[in-house]
């Protein structure tokens, strides 16, 4: 199963979910401290989860348009803005399927 798509998108992926996790280590994030409503048994598993979730939504929405304007840029040596690698990062960015999306359906 694939998880990146180009050796940049791979990089900040490895790059950004070691950074969360070592800020959430840091800050001394604890889920069991938010008011005593999850068990302790529960509390690793809910912690993992909130971090997937929190590096998901932010690589989604975020850093898959700097990985994707650094590819084009670096690999493809080509001048493009973060607008257009806004648009381009659909080509390269798997779904929630984790299959490639269909030329047909981009617009």
Request: hydrophobic share 50%; glycine share 6%; aromatic share 16%.
């Amino acid at each position: 199963m694939i998880f990146y798509s180009h050796i940049w998108d791979g990089f900040l992926k490895f790059f950004s979910f070691v950074g969360l996790v070592i800020a959430a280590d840091h800050w001394d994030l604890h889920v069991y401290q938010f008011g005593g409503i999850i068990p302790n048994s529960a509390a690793g598993f809910v912690m993992i989860g909130i971090l997937v979730g929190v590096w998901v939504t932010l690589y989604r929405q975020c850093l898959s348009i700097l990985s994707t304007w650094i590819y084009a840029t670096v690999s493809l040596q080509t001048h493009v803005t973060l607008a257009e690698a806004k648009a381009l990062r659909k080509l390269f960015q798997l779904d929630f399927s984790l299959t490639w999306p269909n030329p047909q359906r981009i617009t």
